[in-house]
């Protein structure tokens, strides 16, 4: 039976340095025409022998003492990072191959909690999710012990686990594409090529955001990050946080479907497992973040305590009534400005009721 050791927060910062890729954009025929391609022409050392055995990895571990949520995905190899010389083409090679490679699809996961066990299965694409009642854990961090089987071996793993006080508090919850970070989702080609031969350092903050977040946790609030990108890219994201300061619990959809509609499943979630919370919600100008948390703020007006909408181009109108009641910002620091005022701010959401 494989057992892996606690790592440290050194190894923690490095765990995370590479990813999957994005399975969106429907963009898989020609990935895969090009991993054919790349196949006989790469350098025997873009090989992607991997340790035997699987890996899980934790997307989200959050709670209160009266309920948990737990999700993440089972793979049915390790990912082993690429050294940070990888030539681009051997970045390339890797990025196409680990595309394709699915999920330990319906294999139970068996997690264990401060004694208590709980098991989930795994999907067609090897993801799951635990929302269940809590054991009545104290707030703070909790070590999570997590185990998938074939039948003949088990793999091992551990991670964190942040209960949340149920006392009443504020949390962030954010978008990622332009609005944590400076991708680009409106201009797919460049995107791409970031995606094919990028990795957690390339990534690039938009303006103030770091210093944004990093405040934010200074100050105790949660930190909860969704987005309509692919769970595939987890793995670089998750490295991003770690290496910025600003670890997070991160929400994505699950495979290729879904679309945006999943943005107000999650919120919807986070406030069942977090009733007594008002959520400030960020988000930007190029997708659908407006129309999504004004209708949760319909939904729940009492659980909104300020909406922030970034304006990703200039050609984006700021008299737009799809931005009604809402604050819009090219800077970070506007927003912590603007909350500094959290009268303005609570005046400002009635707007959208």
Known sequence: M?????????????????????????????????????????PAATSLASPRGKQILLHTAIGT??????????????????????????????????????????????????????????????YFQLHTEGDNLSPGRHIVSMEVSNGRSATRD??????????????????????????GVDRPLRMLGRALVGSAR???????????????????????????????????????????GIAANLLL?????????????????????????????????????PEIYRRFAANHPEAVHHIAIRRHSDRVRLDDVRFTGMQIFEHFDEVSSHLTHSGSARAAVNKLR
């Open 2 to 42: 494989r057992q892996r050791s606690a790592p440290s927060d050194g190894e923690l910062q490095r765990i995370w340095l590479e990813w999957t890729l994005l399975d969106d954009h429907g963009m898989r025929p020609i990935l895969l025409g090009l991993t054919i391609i790349l196949s006989g022409t790469l």
């Open 65 to 126: 003492p009266s309920a948990l949520l737990i999700s993440g995905r089972a793979r049915r190899r390790p990912i082993a990072p690429l050294p940070a010389d990888s030539s681009r083409l051997r970045k390339l090679g890797r990025s196409l191959r680990l595309l394709f490679e699915g999920g330990a699809r319906h294999r139970a996961i068996v997690i264990s909690i401060a004694g208590k066990r709980y098991t989930t299965l795994t999907d067609r694409r090897g």
């Open 158 to 183: 551990i991670a964190q686990l942040q209960i949340f006080a149920t006392t009443p508090g504020i949390a962030v919850v954010s978008d990622i594409d332009d609005t944590l970070l400076d991708t």
């Open 202 to 244: 390339d990534l690039r903050a938009t303006p103030g955001a770091l210093a944004f977040f990093r405040q934010q946790k200074r100050i105790h609030r949660p930190l909860l990050f969704i987005s309509s990108s692919p769970a595939s890219l987890y793995p670089r994201l998750r490295a991003f946080t770690l290496l910025k």
């Open 253 to 289: 959809r699950r495979g290729r479907r879904g679309g945006h509609a999943h943005k107000l499943e999650k919120l919807e979630l986070l406030h069942t497992l977090l009733p007594n919370y008002r959520f400030i919600l960020l988000g930007d100008s190029g997708q659908r973040d």
